[in-house]
């Protein structure tokens, strides 16, 4: 079993919904991020998370640690949003997630 | 200057190339990081440098040797590589072990014919 799991692994949306992907993770981590890669490009650091709750934006980050689950929430989605969101978490190193493959159509 | 900056975007090279690529940050960050991501698979770890010294190599194969000049340039240096290396790298950097974030370059497009 991998030590960080995200869900969904593909995601489809349709503009201006709203969107939600999951992370669980199972070693004691200090921080868990998300991050947002476009195809073909670089990693862009969207939240570091050790407790409760952040905002930016349309985004909205959440963690649970004892559940040891964290959600990533896009509100109003645009198409502009469609890139591959990954997680990850500080534990020793990074450990990243397999990815979420989000499309937004317009 | 809240960037790191890799250079070069892309690179072509042959398998008896010598070549270098090049990570650059002025954040102060005592901490950087080499991975390598291929096609819809997430990044690999392969070396990290804190306070300019090589703290973990992840078993990384010869034929790539990291370097480390100053507290705010690193390098990697590829000779003799496969077609199966190609792929993006991607460099990082950190204040300590990533307790205030990770900042991530935009990746070197590597494609070895």
């Known amino acids: 079993k991998n030590e960080v799991e995200q869900s969904p692994q593909n995601l489809t949306a349709q503009e201006g919904e709203f969107i939600t992907i999951n992370c669980s993770y199972s070693?004691?981590?200090?921080?868990l991020h998300w991050l947002q890669q476009h195809p073909g490009g670089g990693i862009v650091s969207l939240f570091m998370?050790?407790?409760g709750k952040k905002k930016h934006g349309r985004l909205i980050a959440t963690i649970n640690i004892q559940e040891k689950h964290s959600s990533l929430h896009i509100t109003a989605s645009h198409p502009r949003d469609s890139a591959v969101y990954i997680c990850?978490?500080?534990?020793?190193?990074?450990?990243f997630g397999a990815g979420t493959i989000l499309r937004v159509k317009s | 200057d809240t960037e790191v900056t890799q250079t070069p975007k892309h690179l072509v090279m042959g398998m008896t190339n010598k070549k270098s690529l090049k990570c650059e940050q002025h954040m102060g960050h005592r901490a950087m990081y080499w991975y390598k991501q291929k096609a819809k698979k997430p990044p690999e770890l392969m070396f990290v440098?804190?306070?300019?010294?090589?703290?973990i190599n992840e078993s990384v194969p010869s034929r790539f040797s990291p370097e480390c000049p100053n507290s705010s340039l690193l390098n990697l240096h590829l000779h003799a590589l496969q077609p199966e290396d190609s792929a993006l790298y991607l460099c990082?950097?950190?204040?300590?072990?990533?307790?205030?974030?990770?900042?991530f370059g935009s990746g070197t497009r590597l494609t070895v014919v």
């Open positions: 998370l050790s407790s």
């Open positions: 070693v004691g981590i200090s921080a």
């Open positions: 990850a978490v500080n534990g020793n190193k990074l450990v």
């Open positions: 990082a950097s950190s204040q300590g072990q990533g307790a205030d974030g990770y900042t």
């Open positions: 440098y804190s306070y300019e010294k090589l703290s």
